[in-house]
């Protein structure tokens, strides 16, 4: 079965770095949009950014000029370089991947990251 797995999340300062990695498996499929979706303790999960196959990009607004989303079509990979984090930016991170010959979205697990001095 198709399987999201997202790494790369943790505990960073204020004002730091960290890239989110995403793998796509389980599937022949190529993966069409993917994105990244956060969600805050009791807050609805929100779009970051998302990719198409051809690299067109869409980040909400309030995060363009700190995050870049990027992918790997060879490796079935998405990723998100996060900069100048800010602990508003705490939340757990999801992973997406829609795909043309399939009928659902698919998630990862999520992965935890957490800004605070």
């Known amino acids: 079965q198709v399987r999201l797995v997202e790494s790369g999340g943790g505990l960073v300062q204020p004002g730091g770095s960290l890239r989110l990695s995403c793998v796509v498996s389980?599937?022949?499929?190529?993966?069409?949009?993917m994105g990244w979706y956060r969600q805050a303790p009791g807050k609805q999960r929100d779009l970051v950014a998302s990719i198409t196959s051809g690299g067109s990009t869409n980040y909400a607004d309030s995060l363009k000029g700190r995050f870049t989303i990027s992918r790997d079509n060879a490796k079935n990979s998405v990723y998100l370089q996060m900069t100048s984090l800010k602990p508003e930016d705490t939340a757990v991170y999801y992973c997406?991947?829609?795909?043309?010959?399939?009928?659902?979205?698919?998630w990862g697990q999520g992965t935890q990251v957490t800004v605070s001095s």
């Open positions: 389980g599937t022949i499929f190529s993966p069409n949009t």
């Open positions: 997406s991947a829609d795909f043309l010959e399939l009928k659902e979205d698919y």
